[in-house]
């Protein structure tokens, strides 16, 4: 009998540890200002830059081959570094301050550490990328169609009823949602926060560039569709989807495996290391 109550007693165990876990990440997010300023920041700027992008742009006659919503979620570029660093510092501030060591001693069970770091990371950058994405699509409506997105020249204003546009909005804030994750995974492998952050926007940012260095087509379009950022922003994409080299899920679907890969990695590292 003691050992039927025993087995029964454990998955209650282990849902009030993840509870706990949960209650205690959410907490430190919630407390701490720099999370919640930064995360302020990524909307404003991602907004603000996809309304610049938005006013920068030109259609004057029909053909013009410019992808309206793409243009205003160009905040996005910006908006990513931000999300990977607020993910990093998650990580690698407990370091820094030995917190970790705290945070372990009261959730023994690591993989639970991590899972519940990710899901408070995950949910405080999915409500942020969203806020941040209507609002450039929303100045990307008010300004593109003053400069010549009109019917007349073939483009309907930017619409979340359209399926084109519903994606590529929904998938916007589901690649904040990765990149994020793909940060916190970097942190807990290499736990040094200056370091992780350097990784981070290296294989974001350098990888487009190290591509424009192949001069063969045929390798370019093999690193563009491995590449985290270039691949993982075909999402964005409402035109012209037959030239890509990826469908926009599959990009995504791309930036999702180098996400899953860097949190395996982070989980092992946690699991075999000391604090």
């Known amino acids: 009998m003691s050992a039927v109550l025993a087995s029964q007693d454990r998955p209650q165990a282990r849902w009030a540890g993840s509870r706990d876990a949960l209650h205690s990440?959410?907490?430190?997010?919630?407390t701490i200002t720099g999370p919640g300023l930064a995360?302020?920041?990524a909307i404003a700027l991602t907004a603000a830059l996809g309304a610049i992008a938005a006013?920068?742009?030109?259609?004057?006659?029909?053909g013009c081959q410019i992808d309206p919503a793409k243009v205003s979620l160009t905040g996005i570029y910006l908006g990513q570094a931000i999300v990977a660093i607020v993910a990093v510092t998650v990580v690698g501030g407990e370091y820094s301050t030995g917190m970790i060591r705290l945070t372990l001693t009261a959730v023994p069970r690591r993989w639970q550490v991590l899972a519940a770091k990710a899901a408070v990371?995950?949910?405080?950058?999915l409500a942020a990328g969203a806020v941040a994405v209507l609002g450039s699509l929303l100045a990307g409506r008010l300004l593109l169609y003053g400069h010549?997105?009109?019917?007349?020249?073939?483009y309907e204003p930017l619409s979340l009823g359209t399926a084109a546009v519903l994606r590529a909005a929904a998938g916007s804030v589901l690649y904040l949602v990765l990149i994020a994750l793909l940060g916190l995974g970097?942190?807990?492998?290499?736990?040094?926060?200056a370091t992780s952050i350097g990784v981070a926007l290296g294989l974001l940012y350098l990888f487009p560039i190290i591509t424009s260095f192949v001069a063969d087509p045929h390798w370019q379009?093999?690193?563009?569709q491995i590449g985290p950022m270039t691949a993982g922003l075909y999402i964005q994409a409402t035109t012209n989807l037959r030239s890509l080299p990826l469908t926009p899920w599959q990009g995504l679907g791309v930036l999702a495996a180098w996400a899953a890969g860097a949190l395996l990695a982070g989980g092992v590292m946690l699991s075999l290391r000391d604090a």
């Open 25 to 30: 990440e959410w907490t430190k997010l919630r």
């Open 221 to 224: 379009r093999h690193m563009d």
């Open 148 to 154: 010549g997105f009109t019917p007349a020249h073939g």
């Open 55 to 62: 006013n920068a742009a030109g259609c004057q006659a029909r």
């Open 121 to 125: 990371v995950s949910a405080a950058t």
């Open 39 to 41: 995360l302020i920041a």
């Open 186 to 193: 970097i942190a807990t492998a290499i736990r040094d926060t």
